[in-house]
């Protein structure tokens, strides 16, 4: 008796300690490039799943699709992962009934809309915070950032910004545009009125072309431009910020994975965006324009220009 005894306590305790089967997750790519690699490899380490299948879409949305088709079908996976725009697209599009998380994604809400339910995912976004925690470090004499962004792209961004900027006692100065042809006009019609110009991550303006013309306008007024990327900063601006990680991102986006496939629903788990950032300060631009950068701003980039 004693023996049965035993051995079902033995029994009983593998029960307990077998663990739950692995959720199957599918995983969808924009396109083979490192950075999207490299979200999925953070994606890989934040979550305890089994990615049981991952198709690589080449830029081509319509080849997503089929893939998507076939996922549905075949795969049944208990969630997707969506890694880049052309993905997110693609799922969007197709508005499917598995759970997706999405990463290295810029401007997520342009792509998702209003009816989609079960998406959820992390951004290339930076938080609006740190921006305007920028422009507000840079000293009293700003009080009004310039911004010029298209609505369908970035107006729930800039909404944000807008809020954040009243709550710190500056404003966000903005000009709305269609393409890229009206940014000469939406500067000149900014005239003296503002202290400082935002680049915002908007697709519309982001061309080098574009940002000649905002670094020539910053330059003439003798007020700081921000941009999105290093590469704005070794072009002329005084600043950029931009993600630093999309490692991090990818990391991000498993660990809202792990609260859906744990039980909740995606509607209920909030995105986010890029926790780790990337910050340069071009002093050569701080000097042409006459400014001072404090240590406060300094002792944070990531990266200077002597």
Same mark, same amino acid.
């Given at each position: ?35 999207? $690699? ?33 996922? $549905? ?7 997707? +992962? ?14 499917? =009934? ?50 010029? +962004? ?17 709550? $710190? ?37 982001? =061309? ?33 910020? =931009?993600?630093? =990680? ?31 950032? +990337? ?28």
């Amino acid at each position: 008796m004693r023996k049965l005894l035993a051995l079902a306590l033995v029994l009983s305790g593998s029960l307990i300690a077998t663990p739950a089967a692995a959720a199957r997750v599918a995983v969808l790519m924009s396109a083979k490039v490192t950075e999207y $690699e490299d979200a999925l490899r953070g994606f890989k380490e934040a979550t305890a799943h089994q990615i049981v299948a991952t198709y690589d879409m080449d830029g081509d949305v319509d080849r997503g699709r089929k893939y998507l088709a076939e996922i $549905e079908a075949k795969v049944k996976p208990d969630l997707i +992962f969506a890694v880049g725009s052309w993905a997110l697209q693609a799922v969007v599009g197709r508005q499917t =009934s598995v759970p997706v998380v999405y990463a290295m994604v810029l401007n997520p809400p342009s792509i998702i809309g209003a009816d989609a339910r079960n998406v959820t995912g992390a951004s290339m976004n930076v938080p609006v915070e740190q921006p305007i925690r920028l422009f507000k470090q840079l000293g009293p004499q700003i009080k009004r950032i310039g911004v010029i +962004f298209n609505r369908a792209r970035t107006g729930n961004l800039v909404r944000r910004a807008q809020a954040v900027a009243r709550d $710190e006692d500056l404003e966000i100065v903005t000009r709305e545009i269609s393409s890229a042809k009206d940014v000469v006009a939406a500067l000149q019609s900014f005239q003296d009125g503002i202290d400082a110009l935002w680049i915002v991550p908007d697709e519309t303006v982001l =061309s080098q072309a574009v940002v000649q013309e905002m670094l020539l306008f910053s330059y003439r007024r003798k007020i700081p431009l921000l941009g999105v990327s290093d590469r704005h900063a070794q072009m002329g601006a005084l600043f950029a910020l =931009s993600f630093a =990680s999309g490692e991090d991102i990818g990391r991000q986006a498993g660990e809202l994975a792990q609260a859906i496939l744990g039980g909740r629903a995606a509607a209920d788990v909030p995105s986010t965006n890029a926790r780790k950032l +990337f910050l340069t300060v071009n002093l050569k631009a701080a000097q042409k324009l006459g400014l001072e950068v404090p240590p406060a701003i300094l002792g944070r980039a990531t990266n200077v220009i002597q």
